[in-house]
């Protein structure tokens, strides 16, 4: 920005088109002369190499010097004569030199180190012509731009004679605006890393005037460039006229030898064998793949037998020859000559390993031209295309295809024998933290054991298939319940089966749905359906892996489809709203902050508790968004508060496993304008254990910004003291469960007091939440807690509401 900034406040414009325009037609003819020099040999190249120096190097000296006379430092600046002619003698060895260099490059390398050398031209011929400045003072210098200008130059000038040495038109352009880009970003950057402020004009007695210079820079560069361009021009006709008479006659050689190869060619390179048969059926012409891959002896001289005798030597050369051989070639013989007389092919099957397809061609005078194509790996990928058309890549099980296929032999199988067919909905259980924790590959190991433990249960009238992920589907018929409960009782061992490698051991374990055919439903997609409902309750029931499907878990899919759809009718139209509760100091009562609260009044049902719908929208993806919304809208609303009140919002497991949680928050506070300091974030125990170490990795990014986290419903997780101890919590927050006796149960008591005693310890306060009586804040008093909220202290409403609640006991 400081170089922009200086190019278009420091300079007269004028001068600074002609410099550029300048510095690009000396560009152009630079790359062109270069091409030139390139093609030329002996004393020509050493001609041209000199020319096109001549050309860039006077370029870049007169963009210099124009680009210098349209500077302007506050005073006029006087020209050292000798010190000028200096620059342009540099300029035109070193750029000789590299050019010299980018010309007998043998490596892209080799042709950017030429370019680099023009490079190092344009930054010594710059610095010699400020040196060749009449003017007093101290010129000072800006070491970071000195160093960016020059590796600036050096850089895309080395761009351009790797990209312009050889190609199209279009490169040669690209190349000559890489090396203008060279020539003015070193210049300007090397300008604008100078400073002229100490610096005062002084008389150039015996020097050059500026207006004299500008004028002969300005002819004398068009007059050489146009010279240059001339030549180019020259030359690039010359070289198109002899590309053209170079094609006419490699067109006319290639034309000569493909009449005089063709037939060689076809026969030595074909991958197919050809033989040539006249119409006595002889052999006249074959390659050497024609034998090959009959089976026949290549050393053997084909030349002049019968297609009999072909077929005859074939097959001798199996590896099994029949023993009834000449009743054997009487059926080849009837088989192919309907094929001679008419056109066609036929596959032979010689072995596992070899499948030949022959094709006879008439050719109308009673010969013919049969061709042989070894067609073993495409019958191969055939049927191996066939088989994963219908089964699983990776674990080989039935795919969802092959499984509907199984249901239909299943479905005439039980019809028939009038018996009945489980279809049986299979989930894996925490399959993606395996995925998460330790890899995709030790899912797919994971998953490819399970399935061969599956195929090694299954027995007659049953079908294991994978449908996608870790979704299993299975089919069972049976007679009896108990067979199918055996058959259950089956998978669920598989399921619970250990598995351990070295470098994992885990227990998969799933949850079962099971319907059945035909009381659950008549066709697959319907049992499916129910399976994958009766599945979803095993999930949910914690004690059952296995559930039934019953008819009233219809309604409840139903009830649950309907609440997913109003979710996220609620998100587009704003259906929700936010509540605060008070929260206080026992000590003092003060107001220290409030809670967020997401409330939602479903149309046509009131208010639902969060805590149906929350479970709800973490299933259906909608969790995120409105946990989006909940924080964007609770740091608006708090930014706007007369009073620097700190707020409380809670995130979900979900959102607190998505490294994108750290942005958001940061976007909000942006947007809000709200101070990172009167925003705390409230994590479950729960939500950090599913994946610990990404979890509190994203808090700790949080927590950075200057935000308060705070952990809640404390000891009701799985791991308490080992969570406090992996991160430095900004508060901890006393589930409401404990408070609901603690004025008269004293094991209760004595929990809350263990809870607010490491609190103590660890320095970290404790908010106790549910307090609803005077006695239970006494006791929190007592024993020492920080904070607390509750229906005693203000119950959830706006926060005007709030502000005129009773402002509690003070100590």
């Not at 590299?98 to 710059?126: E, N, W």
């Not at 072909?310 to 199996?318: D, F, K, N």
């Given at each position: 920005?400081?170089?922009?900034?200086?190019?278009?406040?420091?300079?007269?414009?004028?001068?600074?088109?002609?410099?550029?325009?300048?510095?690009?037609?000396?560009?152009?003819?630079?790359?062109?002369?270069?091409?030139?020099?390139?093609?030329?040999?002996?004393?020509?190249?050493?001609?041209?190499?000199?020319?096109?120096?001549?050309?860039?190097?006077?370029?870049?000296?007169?963009?210099?010097?124009?680009?210098?006379?349209?500077?302007?430092?506050?005073?006029?600046?006087?020209?050292?004569?000798?010190?000028?002619?200096?620059?342009?003698?540099?300029?035109?060895?070193?750029?000789?030199?590299?050019?010299?260099?980018?010309?007998?490059?043998?490596?892209?390398?080799?042709?950017?180190?030429?370019?680099?050398?023009?490079?190092?031209?344009?930054?010594?011929?710059?610095?010699?012509?400020?040196?060749?400045?009449?003017?007093?003072?101290?010129?000072?210098?800006?070491?970071?731009?000195?160093?960016?200008?020059?590796?600036?130059?050096?850089?895309?000038?080395?761009?351009?004679?790797?990209?312009?040495?050889?190609?199209?038109?279009?490169?040669?352009?690209?190349?000559?605006?890489?090396?203008?880009?060279?020539?003015?970003?070193?210049?300007?950057?090397?300008?604008?890393?100078?400073?002229?402020?100490?610096?005062?004009?002084?008389?150039?007695?015996?020097?050059?005037?500026?207006?004299?210079?500008?004028?002969?820079?300005?002819?004398?560069?068009?007059?050489?460039?146009?010279?240059?361009?001339?030549?180019?021009?020259?030359?690039?006709?010359?070289?198109?006229?002899?590309?053209?008479?170079?094609?006419?006659?490699?067109?006319?050689?290639?034309?000569?030898?493909?009449?005089?190869?063709?037939?060689?060619?076809?026969?030595?390179?074909?991958?197919?064998?050809?033989?040539?048969?006249?119409?006595?059926?002889?052999?006249?012409?074959?390659?050497?793949?024609?034998?090959?891959?009959?089976?026949?002896?290549?050393?053997?001289?084909?030349?002049?037998?019968?297609?009999?005798?072909?077929?005859?030597?074939?097959?001798?050369?199996?590896?099994?020859?029949?023993?009834?051989?000449?009743?054997?070639?009487?059926?080849?013989?009837?088989?192919?000559?309907?094929?001679?007389?008419?056109?066609?092919?036929i596959v032979h099957s010689f072995a596992e390993d070899r499948v030949l397809q022959v094709s006879h061609s008439p050719i109308g005078d009673g010969s013919w031209v049969t061709t042989i194509d070894d067609i073993t790996e495409r019958h191969r990928s055939q049927r191996a295309i066939a088989h994963l058309a219908r089964h699983d890549g990776l674990t080989g099980l039935p795919n969802r295809a092959r499984f509907r296929e199984s249901f239909d032999w299943a479905l005439a199988r039980a019809e028939e024998a009038g018996d009945k067919i489980a279809i049986i909905a299979i989930d894996l259980d925490h399959f993606k933290e395996i995925n998460d924790s330790h890899g995709h590959a030790a899912g797919d190991m994971v998953l490819k054991t399970l399935s061969g433990c599956f195929n090694s249960l299954l027995g007659e009238g049953e079908v294991i298939a994978r449908l996608g992920g870790d979704e299993f589907a299975a089919i069972k018929i049976f007679t009896t319940m108990d067979g199918l409960r055996e058959f259950l009782q089956r998978l669920e061992a598989a399921l619970t089966q250990r598995i351990e490698t070295e470098a994992l051991k885990v227990t998969p374990g799933g949850s079962i749905g099971v319907a059945v055919w035909p009381d659950d439903g008549r066709d697959l997609s319907k049992l499916m359906s129910n399976a994958d409902l009766a599945m979803y309750r095993a999930k949910i029931e914690f004690d059952r892996r296995i559930c039934y499907y019953e008819h009233d878990m219809d309604e409840q899919a139903r009830q649950r489809r309907d609440m997913v759809r109003d979710l996220w009718t609620a998100l587009e139209q704003n259906g929700f709203y936010l509540a605060y509760q008070v929260q206080k100091s026992v000590a003092t009562g003060d107001i220290t902050g409030y809670e967020v609260l997401l409330r939602w009044n479903r149309p046509g049902h009131g208010e639902v508790p969060p805590s149906e719908f929350i479970p709800v929208a973490e299933e259906c993806g909608a969790i995120n968004a409105i946990g989006i919304w909940v924080l964007k809208m609770a740091c608006l609303e708090a930014a706007s508060w007369p009073e620097p009140y700190k707020i409380a919002v809670n995130v979900s497991g979900i959102q607190l496993s998505q490294v994108e949680l750290v942005e958001t928050v940061r976007n909000v506070l942006f947007m809000s304008g709200l101070a990172p300091a009167r925003l705390e974030l409230e994590v479950t125990e729960t939500s950090i254990i599913g994946d610990k170490q990404r979890a509190l990795h994203i808090l700790r990014q949080i927590k950075a910004m200057g935000v308060s986290i705070a952990i809640d419903d404390f000891c009701t997780g799985y791991s308490s003291l080992d969570t406090l101890r992996s991160f430095p919590f900004d508060k901890i927050k006393l589930d409401r469960s404990f408070m609901s006796e603690v004025e008269s149960n004293e094991q209760s008591k004595a929990i809350v007091r263990a809870i607010l005693a490491l609190g103590r310890s660890l320095s970290v306060p404790v908010l106790a939440e549910g307090v609803e009586t005077r006695e239970q804040l006494d006791v929190l008093r007592k024993e020492g807690c920080t904070e607390a909220q509750g229906f005693l202290l203000g119950r959830p409403g706006s926060i005007d509401w709030a502000d005129r609640l009773e402002p509690g006991l003070r100590a």
């Open positions: 920005m400081p170089v922009i900034q200086f190019l278009f406040t420091a300079h007269e414009p004028a001068h600074i088109v002609l410099a550029a325009t300048i510095c690009m037609i000396s560009s152009y003819a630079c790359i062109g002369l270069l091409r030139h020099a390139r093609r030329a040999h002996g004393r020509m190249r050493s001609v041209w190499t000199a020319v096109a120096a001549l050309a860039v190097g006077f370029g870049i000296w007169a963009t210099h010097f124009v680009a210098v006379l349209a500077f302007r430092p506050g005073f006029t600046l006087g020209y050292d004569l000798w010190l000028t002619a200096l620059s342009l003698l540099i300029a035109i060895v070193l750029c000789g030199v590299g050019i010299a260099l980018a010309i007998r490059a043998t490596s892209a390398l080799d042709r950017f180190l030429g370019g680099a050398v023009v490079g190092v031209a344009i930054s010594t011929m710059h610095y010699a012509g400020i040196a060749a400045l009449v003017m007093g003072g101290s010129l000072g210098w800006n070491p970071g731009l000195v160093a960016t200008s020059i590796l600036s130059g050096m850089a895309f000038a080395g761009l351009a004679f790797t990209i312009g040495m050889d190609g199209s038109t279009r490169r040669l352009l690209s190349a000559a605006l890489l090396l203008t880009l060279a020539i003015c970003a070193m210049h300007f950057t090397a300008m604008a890393a100078a400073d002229f402020s100490l610096c005062f004009p002084l008389s150039a007695d015996g020097g050059l005037d500026g207006f004299w210079l500008s004028v002969a820079l300005a002819f004398i560069s068009m007059l050489l460039l146009a010279l240059a361009l001339g030549s180019t021009v020259l030359d690039e006709a010359d070289r198109r006229r002899t590309e053209r008479e170079n094609e006419r006659q490699l067109r006319d050689a290639a034309r000569i030898s493909e009449v005089t190869g063709k037939l060689e060619l076809a026969m030595t390179h074909m991958a197919q064998g050809l033989g040539l048969y006249d119409a006595e059926g002889r052999l006249q012409l074959y390659n050497q793949r024609f034998p090959s891959l009959l089976g026949i002896d290549p050393a053997m001289n084909l030349a002049g037998i019968s297609f009999r005798r072909t077929c005859h030597l074939s097959v001798l050369g199996s590896e099994h020859p029949p023993e009834d051989l000449e009743a054997r070639i009487d059926q080849v013989m009837a088989s192919h000559a309907p094929l001679i007389a008419g056109g066609g092919e």
